[in-house]
């Protein structure tokens, strides 16, 4: 139960003395040398490619530590960038050149993949689905989708034939990254159903370390880059044409559809109302405790600013 008064939203970070500063979607990255990044995880949402207006408190808190507990769940799989975690809201992390590339792997026909395939698409990112599925319903087997990462706008489907074609990625390195990311999957899958979940769909990201190595970087099954059903009552909603109870911010997408917005151009972005921001920050609390079986505990600080300044000073001594 979160409290009455919520502390305010990190929006974003200015430190100078860490280094440069990339600004993200939701991360703010430093690069102070030594072969570290800092990733400060802000409250800053996304959807459609767009940053909303009103960011939701104590979202990073819940991101960050999320994507600690989901690295260290499944660093025998695939080694990770983390270092430590000195605030709620900050990683330290292995310098890497990231792949340009987010592999984005569906067990589920969901979201963006079902928007294609309910006007009519049959192939996604070189992957043909059958006809006569359902909008939730579970494909033969997980498959993997593609996206170019735009610093600007739209991600894009791409197929992993383009991929090598265009030079994007050697195809050694695809194939090292796509066999990392179903395995990753099926990890995931196995940890949400532990907890009464089925993991739909997620992406993953990666990078070259220093030493050659392929790392996981930026996070792992979390509610900003993973979708969850809940496993009970799945097979009755299915065939009952019902809705699916999930676990994601794919509410916050359809929020934004039925108030006709969907990044496209012309459209204009709406502001979330106090209530709905508050419903947010409560959803994203309860994906946490659901899929980690752990209470949520979070800090409250009324200046989250000066207390990340003080825990990076231990960190960068």
Request: charged share 30%; net charge negative; with cysteine.
């Amino acid at each position: 139960m979160l409290p009455t008064a919520l502390p305010p939203p990190l929006v974003e970070t200015h430190f100078e003395h860490l280094g440069d500063r990339y600004g993200g979607k939701v991360r703010d990255v430093y690069r102070p040398g030594g072969g570290r990044i800092i990733l400060i995880t802000s409250d800053r949402i996304s959807a459609f490619d767009h940053i909303l207006r009103q960011a939701i408190p104590l979202k990073g808190q819940v991101l960050n530590n999320l994507a600690a507990y989901f690295f260290q769940q499944t660093d025998d799989i695939a080694p990770n960038h983390l270092l430590t975690v000195p605030d709620p809201n900050v990683a330290v992390a292995i310098e890497c050149d990231a792949l340009s590339i987010e592999f984005v792997v569906r067990g589920y026909l969901a979201g963006h993949a079902w928007r294609v395939y309910r006007d009519g698409g049959r192939v996604l990112c070189g992957e043909s689905l059958p006809n006569g599925l359902r909008e939730g319903e579970k494909l033969p087997t997980p498959i993997l989708t593609p996206a170019t990462k735009a610093k600007e706008g739209h991600d894009e489907d791409i197929s992993r034939t383009e991929i090598v074609e265009r030079g994007i990625l050697s195809k050694e390195t695809l194939d090292e990254a796509a066999d990392l990311a179903l395995r990753l999957f099926e990890r995931g899958t196995k940890l949400a159903a532990d907890r009464g979940l089925i993991l739909v769909d997620t992406k993953y990201e990666f990078g070259r370390a220093p030493d050659g190595r392929l790392l996981v970087i930026d996070e792992v099954h979390t509610p900003d880059s993973s979708r969850y059903y809940y496993a009970e009552g799945y097979e009755e909603r299915l065939a009952g044409g019902i809705p699916q109870r999930q676990l994601s911010k794919e509410f916050v997408r359809e929020w934004l559809i039925e108030k006709d917005f969907q990044g496209k151009d012309g459209q204009i972005l709406p502001d979330l109302p106090p209530t709905f921001v508050r419903e947010i920050a409560e959803r994203y609390v309860e994906l946490y405790e659901t899929v980690t079986g752990l209470s949520f505990e979070p800090n409250l600080d009324a200046n989250p600013i000066q207390r990340i300044e003080n825990a990076l000073e231990h960190v960068l001594d």
